[in-house]
């Protein structure tokens, strides 16, 4: 079975490199950046300078998915991410949008998004997997428990890396089922998604039991309560180095894309590793 370094192509990519995948919130209440970007204007601007600093799909958000956070309505994130979405993807950008609901993935597409990205496996929407199968787009199916309001209260396995790769693969199965290409597929386990950092280590350090499986897997550690935990930084603002360090990490150990909100610093780190290797 291909590895994720042995794949070829996924969203029209190649993977013979880590693609970053730059994180995006038009939300005001993001865990992260608290905001920043809430605005369209500051939010294409916000995207472009991620292009330019070498991101290889941004990553559009219109709902916040932080432990606790509540759900969105879709029209609310609609009007958040659409007007956002065709702009970075009328200026050649690869856009992929974090969601959830089946009415925002259609519109976004419409728009000119390439990519879903939904941090339910296509589980919150029973409209979401048709949807995808018949517009033939790349998807990311995220493994959680749960919703972000409860996901924390299920964080109880035995095998964490057994359970969230087996519960994976029933999402793979059912998007499968449902009629989405194999070779559109990409899985995300999920770091601290329903996991404690203790959990979201050990899945990192096992990565392999995911890249064996054949899809592109898409990593996101970047700023998350976990890199706090280990290296004692309370504030998600202050984890560059320990967000860079895990990325780094879960690129040796195979991720084909990893999820950051500190683009340039990683671009930096990822050619200096390769050139390394070189």
């Known amino acids: 079975m291909l590895t994720s370094h042995e794949l ?7 993977l013979d490199r880590p693609l970053v995948m730059g994180i995006l919130n038009v939300t005001p209440d993001s865990f992260s950046d608290g905001g ?8 294409i601007a916000a995207g472009l300078a991620m292009a330019e600093d070498g ?12 432990p606790g956070a509540a759900a969105v309505p879709p ?24 969601t959830r609901n089946a009415a925002t993935m259609r519109a976004v597409l419409d ?7 939904d941090v339910s496996g296509l589980t919150h929407d029973p409209a979401a997997a048709a949807l995808v199968a018949a517009r033939n787009c790349p998807i990311v199916l995220m493994h959680m428990r749960g919703t972000p309001a409860t996901m924390n209260a299920m964080a109880t396995y035995g095998d964490v890396v057994a359970e969230v790769r087996s519960e994976l693969l029933e999402r793979v199965e059912a998007a499968l089922a449902a009629g989405i290409a194999r070779k559109n597929i990409a899985i995300d386990p999920g770091i601290g ?12 350090r096992e990565l392999a039991a995911f890249t064996g499986l054949g899809y592109p897997v898409l990593i996101g550690v970047s700023r998350k309560s976990f890199i706090g935990a280990l290296s004692g930084e309370p504030r998600a603002d202050r984890r560059l180095g320990g967000s860079l360090a895990a990325a780094v990490f ?13 683009v340039r610093e990683t671009v930096q780190a990822f050619r200096v590793w390769r050139s390394l290797f070189d």
Request: with cysteine; charged share 25%; net charge neutral.
């Open 250 to 262: 879960a690129a040796l150990r195979g991720a084909a894309i990893v999820r950051v909100h500190d």
């Open 8 to 14: 070829p192509r996924w969203a029209g990519l190649p």
């Open 193 to 204: 998604f329903a996991k404690l950092a203790d959990q979201s280590r050990a899945l990192l």
């Open 55 to 66: 991101a290889d799909i941004i990553d559009v958000g219109g709902e916040s998915t932080r």
């Open 75 to 98: 029209d609310i994130e609609q009007a958040r991410v659409v007007p956002v979405a065709r702009a970075l993807s009328r200026a050649g950008l690869c856009v992929s949008v974090d």
């Open 111 to 117: 728009a000119g998004a390439a990519i879903i990205n």
């Open 36 to 43: 920043r970007d809430a605005g369209p204007d500051a939010a």
